[in-house]
């Protein structure tokens, strides 16, 4: 059974720093290509970073040079540092392995409850 539990979210100031963790089991999670989504209210839910099995990484231009992503494959765990945090960047954020078949990125597990980010002063 899939789960990806994901953790690290709350209150922080403008400015600030948050790291995010996601928790995977039930697949083999270093063969996977990994991401982060957020979903802000009202809005669709985007991909802000990736990571390969390879480790190689990629990010929306709104994050790039704030946001760095990584993984552990020895703890089945990925993690998101969030620097430099803005309000925009306030969502649940989500984490989900990319669909080895898809042609584009496409999130392969259903998905977990998310982590909330709150950036307000």
């Known amino acids: 059974q899939v789960q990806l539990v994901e953790s690290g979210g709350g209150l922080v100031q403008p400015g600030g720093s948050l790291r995010l963790s996601c928790a995977a089991s039930?697949?083999?999670?270093?063969?996977?290509?990994m991401g982060w989504y957020r979903q802000a209210p009202g809005k669709q839910r985007e991909l802000v970073a990736s990571?390969?099995?390879?480790?190689?990484?990629n990010y929306t231009d709104s994050v790039k040079g704030r946001f760095s992503i990584s993984r552990d494959n020895a703890k089945n765990t990925v993690y998101l540092q969030m620097n430099s945090l803005k309000p925009e960047d306030a969502a649940v954020y989500y984490c989900?392995?990319?669909?080895?078949?898809?042609?584009?990125?496409?999130?392969?597990?259903?998905w977990g409850q998310g982590t909330q980010v709150t950036v307000s002063s």
């Open positions: 039930g697949f083999a999670f270093s063969f996977r290509t």
């Open positions: 990571i390969t099995r390879g480790t190689n990484t």
């Open positions: 989900n392995a990319r669909h080895p078949l898809a042609a584009g990125w496409v999130p392969y597990y259903s």
